[in-house]
T-cell receptor, first 112, second 115 residues
Framework: QKEVEQDPGPLSVPEGAIVSLNCTYSNSAFQYFMWYRQYSRKGPELLMY????GNKEDGRFTAQVDKSSKYISLFIRDSQPSDSATYLCAMSAGRGAQKLVFGQGTRLTINP | GAVVSQHPSWVICKSGTSVKIECRSL??????MFWYRQFPKQSLMLMAT?????????EQGVEKDKFLINHASLTLSTLTVTSAHPEDSSFYIC???????????FGNGTRLTVT
């Protein structure tokens, strides 16, 4: 069993829809949770960063962490074609947020 | 704007030659940088942790003599793929952060093709 599980998709939704992306994990020591967006042939771009449980909102993006269920989510409101990318969840235990374990990534397409 | 710069963005080399990839932290000092490898449609896999002024720490299964890492300054780490072979063709990405409790920022990656 992988430490971090993420549905690879692909996921295709119409423009304007609310998108929900999720990851589950098995290591209860994870404390730092991140979401990255990766466009084709580019490096990952940090979208959201959360320490421990709770919600965090930034513009159209909301990240949720439920440590009791070992489950994290990223919601994208009013999705745009420019949101089409691969979304990677990542998490870290122990020494801060640097040694990351990644999910497989979900390929998302927003259709105009 | 970008906080981590990586160069080159793509490189093609012949089998048996060596290739050097540079990773620079912009506007901040990074005592630790990380090198990842990504195969098509797969996630990132950590190869090694680059430590300024000391030896790199390699993940299990990564050949340290093949993937040479040098972190000579607080803003520059280099990855040299020695005696490259076609199976080394991949997307190599570096990352760094401001501090141990800060999230990682990634470079734009280097696509290596070995012919």
């Amino acid at each position: 069993q992988k430490e971090v599980e993420q549905d690879p998709g692909p996921l295709s939704v119409p423009e304007g829809a609310i998108v929900s992306l999720n990851c589950t994990y098995s290591n209860s020591a994870f404390q730092y949770f991140m979401w990255y967006r990766q466009y084709s042939r580019k490096g990952p771009e940090l979208l959201m960063y959360t320490y421990s449980s709770g919600n965090k909102e930034d513009g159209r993006f909301t990240a949720q962490v439920d440590k009791s269920s070992k489950y994290i989510s990223l919601f994208i409101r009013d999705s745009q074609p420019s949101d089409s990318a691969t979304y990677l969840c990542a998490m870290s235990a122990g020494r801060g947020a640097q040694k990351l374990v990644f999910g497989q990534g979900t390929r998302l397409t927003i259709n105009p | 704007g970008a906080v981590v710069s990586q160069h080159p963005s793509w490189v093609i080399c012949k089998s048996g030659t060596s290739v050097k990839i540079e990773c620079r932290s912009l506007d901040f000092q990074a005592t630790t940088m990380f090198w990842y490898r990504q195969f098509p449609k797969q996630s990132l896999m950590l190869m090694a942790t680059s430590n300024e002024g000391s030896k790199a720490t390699y993940e299990q299964g990564v050949e340290k003599d093949k993937f040479l890492i040098n972190h000579a300054s607080l803003t520059l780490s280099t990855l040299t793929v020695t005696s490259a072979h076609p199976e080394d063709s991949s997307f190599y990405i570096c990352s760094a952060s401001w501090g141990v409790n800060s999230p990682l920022h990634f470079g734009n990656g280097t696509r290596l093709t070995v012919t």
